[in-house]
């Protein structure tokens, strides 16, 4: 049974920093792309970021452009959002999601068929 658990949300002042943790149980997650996802209340969910199964294909969403780092340790079977310079806008609960197939591109939204139950970051003085 494939299961992703999401760590290291919080709270955070803005301009901090947090490192988002996905750890994969039921599947190597290095065969596997591996996006982020964020919902923030009353709003929709959007892709934050997301990294192919090669580790060739690297995407940010706009607002995540320069301050997101997508990465992971296959060692650990771990994937890692690393997230500087965080403002309220960034405030959300965030998922990480993996796909069944494996597919050396990042997949779209409606193609990723695991996700994790969620952690939430809250950005405030």
């Known amino acids: 049974q494939v299961q992703l658990v999401e760590s290291g949300g919080g709270l955070v002042q803005p301009g901090g920093s947090l490192r988002l943790s996905c750890v994969g149980s039921g599947l190597t997650l290095d065969d596997y792309a591996v996006g982020w996802f964020r919902q923030a209340p009353g709003k929709k969910r959007e892709g934050v970021s997301c990294?192919?199964?090669?580790?060739?294909?690297?995407r940010y969403a706009d607002s995540a452009e320069g301050r997101f780092t997508i990465s992971r340790d296959k060692y650990k079977n771990t994937g890692y959002l690393q997230m500087n310079s965080l403002n309220p806008e960034d405030q959300a609960v965030y998922y990480c999601?993996?796909?069944?197939?494996?597919?050396?591109?990042?997949?779209?939204?409606?193609?990723?068929?695991?996700w994790g139950q969620g952690t939430q970051v809250t950005v405030s003085s």
């Open positions: 990294i192919s199964s090669t580790d060739r294909v690297t």
């Open positions: 999601a993996t796909p069944r197939l494996k597919y050396g591109r990042c997949p779209s939204p409606d193609e990723y068929d695991y």
